[in-house]
C-alpha cells in the first residue's frame, strides 16, 4: 500500500512537471477524447485500440505534434461494454474536458448511444472498429474509418465467386447478435446480387454448442460452399462439427468479420482448412510502412502482434491529426469540415472519406484464407 | 454560473436519468418482495414496456403519455396471465418461473423482426426526461409510503414474516400476491418505457438475466423495510460505478468490493428500519 501510493506521488510530480513544462514553452497539448472497453469481457478489443492510438500517439508527437508543435493528447474513458457508460463518458469528455473530439467508441451499440450526444453537441465522433449498418445515419459529426461489413464481405464473396466458381450455397447466421445479424443481411443482398443460389438459410444462437441439425440438413443439399456469421466461439464449433459429420472438406466456409480471428485456427485446427474471410488489413501485408507498423509494435508491446483493431486505431490517429493540421485550430465545427476533406495513405492503404463519412476506398481490402490453422493471403 | 450549471447538467443528464429510472425499478420489485415473493422476472416486465412505449411512439406517432399507459398496461397484463399459474409457486421455484419468462421475452424480441429482431429499435424519439421520471418516481415514492403505513401494508408485513399465520388472521394470500405482481410489473414498465425515450435506442440483450439481477440487487442493497430504502440502494448502485471513474482500472473491482462489504455488514439493507404506524 505505502510503495502504491509513493508511486502515485511521484507519477503525480512527474505529470504536475510536464504540465509546467508545457506551459512555460506555450505550447499546450491538443487533448483528444478516447472513449473504449478498457475493463471487462470485451476489453481485448479497447485495449488492442488503444495500443494502436498510443503509438500512433507517440509518433505523431515526435515528429512535432500538430498546429506547428503543440502535441497531441488522448484522454481515456473506459465504457467496460456498457452503452449506458459509452454515454456517460461521452457527455463527460463533451461537458467537463471540452475536447474537440471523440475517438471510438469500441462496439456499434455503444456508438448508437454515444453518437447522438456528440452529434447533438456538434463534436466530431470517429469510430475505429464500428461496423453495423447505419453508425453514420446517426448525424453529420459522426465518422467511422472502420469498412463496415457492406463493404468487406461482398468483396469477400465475389474472390470465391471468381476463384472457385461456387453457384450454390448454404447460409448459416446467429440471429441472436446484432453484429452477425446485420453481416448476415449484407450476405443475403450480396449473394442476389452476384447470382449465387442460396440452398438454405440456417440460423442458430450465439451460445449454442450443438449445431447438428442444422449441418446435417446442409449435408443433404450438397452446397458448393457454406457462407457463415458467426463469433469466433461459435463459428469453431459450427466448423469442427461440420467435419465431424463428414462434410467434405471441398466444401469450404466463407465468414463474415466475426471469422477474422486467429482464434478460429486455435479452437478447430484443421478443421477450419480453406476458410476464406475478407479483412480490412493483415499482419503479413508486405508493404514498407506495414511491416515498420508491425515491428513497431512489437518492440512497444513486448512481441505482441498487432490486429485489425489496432491497425484501424492507428491509421484513424494519423487521419485525425492530418484534419486538425488542416483544421488550423483544435476547433470542432473545423475539423469536421477538414476531416471530409482528408486523403491519407497508412497502414490499411489509401484512405478517404464518402460523403456519408464512411471509408470510400476499398482497395485495401484483402481476402484471406486458412492454411495449416493460420490465415495467410490469398494467392 | 448559469452556463457551468448548465453544462454540468448536460454533462450527467444521463446519470440523472438513469438514478430516476432505477428508483422505479427498485420500487418495482420492492412490492414483490414486501409480500414475501421473489421475482426475477422485472427486467422483463421492463423490457416489454420498454418496446409497448417505443413502438407506439415511433410506428404509430402516439402522444408519449398514451405510450406511458400502454407500456403500463400490457406488462401488467401479461403479469395478470402468468401470475396465475406462477404464483402457486414460492420462494426459490417462482424465481425460476420468471427467469423462464424473462428468457421467453428476450427470445420474442429477438426474432420479431417487426421491432427490429437482433438489432433492436433504434432513433426513439425523446420524450418525458427529467421531469416525467422524477414525476414518476415521487408519485411512486409517496403512495407506496402511504400504502405501508396502512392497513394493507400491514397485511403485506405480515405476509412477509409468516405467510400462515397471515392467512389464518384473514389475509387473502392469493389475492395480495397477484395484485403485487400486476402492480410491480406496471411499475417496471412504465420505467422502461422512459428509459426508451430517453436513451434513443433498446435492444433484446439489454432486458435479459442480468438486468433482473442488477433490479434486485437494488433491494438487497437498499432494504426492504421501507419503499425509501430500495430507492437509496439503487442510486447508490448506479452512481458508484461513475463515482470511481477517477480509479480508472481499479473502478470496478472497488465497486464490486463496495457491494460485498455494504452486503457482508449490513444484512438487512443499508436502511433496514420500518415505517411506524400511524393509522
Same mark, same amino acid.
Given at each position: 500500500?505505502?510503495?502504491?501510493?509513493?508511486?502515485?506521488?511521484?507519477? @503525480?510530480?512527474?505529470?504536475?512537471?510536464?504540465?509546467?513544462?508545457?506551459?512555460?514553452?506555450?505550447?499546450?497539448?491538443?487533448?483528444?477524447?478516447?472513449?473504449? &472497453?478498457?475493463?471487462?469481457?470485451?476489453?481485448?478489443?479497447?485495449?488492442?485500440?488503444?495500443?494502436?492510438?498510443?503509438?500512433?500517439?507517440?509518433?505523431?508527437? !515526435?515528429?512535432?505534434? =500538430?498546429?506547428?508543435?503543440?502535441?497531441?493528447?488522448?484522454?481515456?474513458?473506459?465504457?467496460?461494454?456498457?452503452?449506458?457508460?459509452?454515454?456517460?463518458?461521452?457527455?463527460? /469528455?463533451?461537458?467537463?474536458?471540452?475536447?474537440?473530439?471523440?475517438?471510438?467508441?469500441?462496439?456499434?451499440?455503444?456508438?448508437?448511444?454515444?453518437? #447522438?450526444? @456528440?452529434?447533438?453537441?456538434?463534436? #466530431?465522433?470517429?469510430?475505429?472498429?464500428?461496423?453495423?449498418?447505419? &453508425?453514420?445515419?446517426?448525424?453529420?459529426?459522426?465518422?467511422?474509418?472502420?469498412?463496415?461489413?457492406?463493404?468487406?464481405?461482398?468483396?469477400?464473396?465475389?474472390?470465391?465467386?471468381?476463384?472457385?466458381?461456387?453457384?450454390?450455397?448454404?447460409?448459416?447466421?446467429?440471429?441472436?447478435?446484432?453484429?452477425? !445479424?446485420?453481416?448476415?443481411?449484407?450476405?443475403?443482398?450480396?449473394?442476389?446480387?452476384?447470382?449465387?443460389?442460396?440452398?438454405?438459410?440456417?440460423?442458430?444462437?450465439? !451460445?449454442?454448442?450443438?449445431?447438428?441439425?442444422? /449441418?446435417?440438413?446442409?449435408?443433404?443439399?450438397?452446397?458448393?460452399?457454406?457462407?457463415?456469421?458467426?463469433? =469466433?466461439?461459435?463459428?469453431?464449433?459450427?466448423? /469442427?462439427?461440420?467435419?465431424?459429420?463428414?462434410?467434405?472438406?471441398?466444401?469450404?466456409?466463407?465468414?463474415?468479420?466475426?471469422?477474422?480471428?486467429?482464434?478460429?485456427?486455435?479452437?478447430?485446427?484443421?478443421?477450419?482448412?480453406?476458410?476464406?474471410?475478407?479483412?480490412?488489413?493483415?499482419?503479413?501485408?508486405?508493404?514498407?510502412?506495414?511491416?515498420?507498423?508491425?515491428?513497431?509494435?512489437?518492440? !512497444?508491446?513486448?512481441?505482441?502482434?498487432?490486429?485489425?483493431?489496432?491497425?484501424? @486505431?492507428?491509421?484513424?490517429?494519423? &487521419?485525425?491529426?492530418?484534419? &486538425?493540421?488542416?483544421?488550423?485550430?483544435?476547433?470542432?465545427?473545423?475539423?469536421?469540415?477538414?476531416?471530409?476533406?482528408?486523403?491519407?495513405?497508412?497502414?490499411?492503404? #489509401?484512405?478517404?472519406?464518402?460523403?456519408?463519412?464512411?471509408?470510400?476506398?476499398?482497395?485495401?481490402?484483402?481476402? /484471406?484464407?486458412?492454411?495449416?490453422?493460420?490465415?495467410?493471403?490469398?494467392? | 454560473?448559469?452556463?457551468?450549471?448548465?453544462?454540468?447538467?448536460?454533462?450527467? *443528464?444521463?446519470?440523472?436519468?438513469?438514478?430516476?429510472?432505477?428508483?422505479?425499478?427498485?420500487?418495482?420489485?420492492?412490492?414483490?418482495?414486501?409480500?414475501? *415473493?421473489?421475482?426475477?422476472? *422485472?427486467?422483463?416486465?421492463?423490457?416489454?414496456?420498454?418496446?409497448?412505449?417505443?413502438?407506439?411512439?415511433?410506428?404509430?406517432?402516439?402522444?408519449?403519455?398514451?405510450?406511458?399507459?400502454?407500456?403500463?398496461?400490457?406488462?401488467?397484463?401479461?403479469?395478470?396471465?402468468?401470475?396465475?399459474?406462477?404464483?402457486?409457486?414460492?420462494?426459490?421455484?417462482?424465481?425460476?418461473?420468471?427467469?423462464?419468462?424473462?428468457?421467453?421475452?428476450?427470445?420474442?424480441?429477438?426474432?420479431? %423482426?417487426?421491432?427490429?429482431?437482433?438489432?433492436?429499435?433504434?432513433?426513439?424519439?425523446?420524450?418525458?426526461?427529467?421531469?416525467?421520471?422524477?414525476?414518476?418516481?415521487?408519485?411512486?415514492?409517496?403512495?407506496?409510503?402511504?400504502?405501508?403505513?396502512?392497513?394493507?401494508?400491514?397485511?403485506?408485513?405480515?405476509?412477509?414474516? %409468516?405467510?400462515?399465520?397471515?392467512?389464518?388472521? +384473514?389475509?387473502?394470500?392469493?389475492?395480495?400476491?397477484?395484485?403485487?405482481?400486476?402492480?410491480?410489473?406496471?411499475?417496471?414498465?412504465?420505467?422502461?418505457?422512459?428509459?426508451?425515450?430517453?436513451?434513443?435506442?433498446?435492444?433484446?440483450?439489454?432486458? +435479459?438475466?442480468?438486468?433482473?439481477?442488477?433490479?434486485?440487487?437494488?433491494?438487497?442493497?437498499?432494504?426492504?423495510?421501507?419503499?425509501?430504502?430500495?430507492?437509496?440502494?439503487?442510486?447508490?448502485?448506479?452512481?458508484?460505478?461513475?463515482?470511481?471513474?477517477?480509479?480508472?482500472?481499479?473502478?470496478?473491482?472497488?465497486?464490486?468490493?463496495?457491494?460485498?462489504?455494504?452486503?457482508?455488514?449490513?444484512?438487512?439493507?443499508?436502511?433496514?428500519?420500518?415505517?411506524?404506524?400511524?393509522?
Amino acid at each position: 500500500m505505502r510503495a502504491m501510493s509513493r508511486r502515485v506521488l511521484l507519477a @503525480a510530480a512527474l505529470l504536475g512537471g510536464s504540465l509546467v513544462g508545457a506551459q512555460a514553452q506555450d505550447k499546450s497539448p491538443v487533448k483528444l477524447g478516447a472513449i473504449e &472497453i478498457l475493463t471487462g469481457p470485451n476489453s481485448r478489443y479497447g485495449i488492442a485500440i488503444q495500443r494502436g492510438f498510443d503509438l500512433a500517439l507517440a509518433d505523431i508527437n !515526435k515528429a512535432g505534434g =500538430v498546429l506547428g508543435g503543440r502535441p497531441l493528447a488522448i484522454a481515456y474513458e473506459d465504457s467496460a461494454g456498457a452503452k449506458e457508460q459509452a454515454l456517460n463518458a461521452a457527455r463527460k /469528455l463533451i461537458g467537463r474536458d471540452k475536447v474537440p473530439l471523440i475517438l471510438g467508441p469500441t462496439l456499434s451499440n455503444e456508438m448508437f448511444a454515444a453518437g #447522438p450526444v @456528440a452529434n447533438e453537441r456538434k463534436v #466530431p465522433i470517429v469510430g475505429t472498429s464500428t461496423t453495423a449498418n447505419g &453508425i453514420t445515419a446517426i448525424g453529420p459529426y459522426v465518422f467511422r474509418t472502420s469498412l463496415p461489413e457492406a463493404d468487406v464481405i461482398p468483396v469477400t464473396l465475389k474472390t470465391a465467386q471468381a476463384k472457385f466458381g461456387i453457384k450454390r450455397v448454404a447460409v448459416m447466421y446467429g440471429n441472436d447478435d446484432a453484429f452477425t !445479424k446485420s453481416a448476415y443481411d449484407v450476405m443475403k443482398a450480396s449473394l442476389e446480387k452476384l447470382g449465387i443460389e442460396t440452398l438454405t438459410t440456417e440460423t442458430f444462437g450465439s !451460445k449454442d454448442s450443438d449445431f447438428s441439425a442444422q /449441418l446435417t440438413k446442409i449435408k443433404a443439399l450438397n452446397p458448393d460452399a457454406i457462407v457463415l456469421s458467426a463469433l =469466433v466461439e461459435a463459428a469453431s464449433g459450427i466448423e /469442427l462439427q461440420a467435419r465431424q459429420l463428414g462434410i467434405p472438406e471441398k466444401v469450404f466456409f466463407i465468414g463474415g468479420n466475426g471469422l477474422n480471428s486467429p482464434k478460429l485456427g486455435d479452437i478447430a485446427g484443421k478443421a477450419a482448412d480453406g476458410t476464406l474471410v475478407g479483412s480490412p488489413w493483415f499482419v503479413g501485408k508486405p508493404d514498407a510502412a506495414n511491416q515498420a507498423f508491425v515491428n513497431a509494435f512489437k518492440d !512497444k508491446y513486448g512481441g505482441d502482434l498487432p490486429d485489425q483493431f489496432a491497425a484501424q @486505431a492507428y491509421d484513424t490517429l494519423f &487521419i485525425v491529426a492530418k484534419a &486538425i493540421d488542416a483544421a488550423g485550430a483544435p476547433d470542432s465545427e473545423k475539423i469536421k469540415d477538414a476531416l471530409i476533406k482528408v486523403k491519407y495513405t497508412g497502414v490499411m492503404g #489509401p484512405f478517404s472519406f464518402s460523403e456519408t463519412r464512411d471509408p470510400a476506398d476499398t482497395s485495401g481490402v484483402v481476402v /484471406l484464407v486458412m492454411k495449416g490453422g493460420k490465415f495467410q493471403l490469398l494467392q | 454560473m448559469w452556463e457551468t450549471l448548465d453544462d454540468f447538467y448536460w454533462t450527467y *443528464q444521463s446519470l440523472i436519468h438513469a438514478v430516476g429510472v432505477n428508483g422505479i425499478l427498485a420500487l418495482s420489485v420492492y412490492v414483490v418482495l414486501a409480500v414475501g *415473493q421473489l421475482s426475477l422476472g *422485472q427486467a422483463a416486465f421492463m423490457g416489454v414496456g420498454a418496446y409497448t412505449g417505443a413502438l407506439l411512439t415511433v410506428k404509430f406517432g402516439v402522444p408519449f403519455g398514451v405510450a406511458m399507459v400502454g407500456a403500463a398496461l400490457v406488462p401488467a397484463l401479461l403479469a395478470l396471465v402468468v401470475g396465475g399459474p406462477t404464483l402457486r409457486l414460492t420462494g426459490v421455484y417462482l424465481a425460476i418461473a420468471t427467469i423462464g419468462l424473462g428468457e421467453i421475452t428476450r427470445i420474442v424480441f429477438l426474432n420479431w %423482426d417487426y421491432a427490429g429482431g437482433a438489432l433492436g429499435l433504434s432513433s426513439i424519439p425523446e420524450r418525458g426526461g427529467v421531469a416525467a421520471i422524477y414525476g414518476t418516481l415521487a408519485v411512486l415514492l409517496v403512495g407506496l409510503t402511504l400504502v405501508a403505513r396502512s392497513r394493507v401494508g400491514r397485511a403485506m408485513e405480515a405476509m412477509r414474516e %409468516d405467510e400462515a399465520a397471515a392467512g389464518v388472521m +384473514g389475509v387473502n394470500l392469493p389475492r395480495y400476491r397477484l395484485v403485487a405482481l400486476v402492480v410491480s410489473s406496471a411499475m417496471a414498465g412504465v420505467a422502461g418505457c422512459l428509459s426508451a425515450h430517453v436513451s434513443s435506442f433498446i435492444g433484446p440483450n439489454e432486458y +435479459g438475466f442480468e438486468a433482473a439481477v442488477t433490479i434486485l440487487s437494488y433491494a438487497l442493497l437498499g432494504g426492504i423495510g421501507s419503499p425509501l430504502a430500495p430507492v437509496l440502494g439503487s442510486t447508490i448502485l448506479t452512481l458508484l460505478p461513475e463515482v470511481l471513474r477517477p480509479l480508472a482500472d481499479f473502478r470496478l473491482m472497488v465497486n464490486g468490493l463496495i457491494i460485498v462489504l455494504a452486503v457482508l455488514f449490513m444484512p438487512r439493507g443499508i436502511l433496514p428500519w420500518r415505517i411506524a404506524r400511524t393509522g
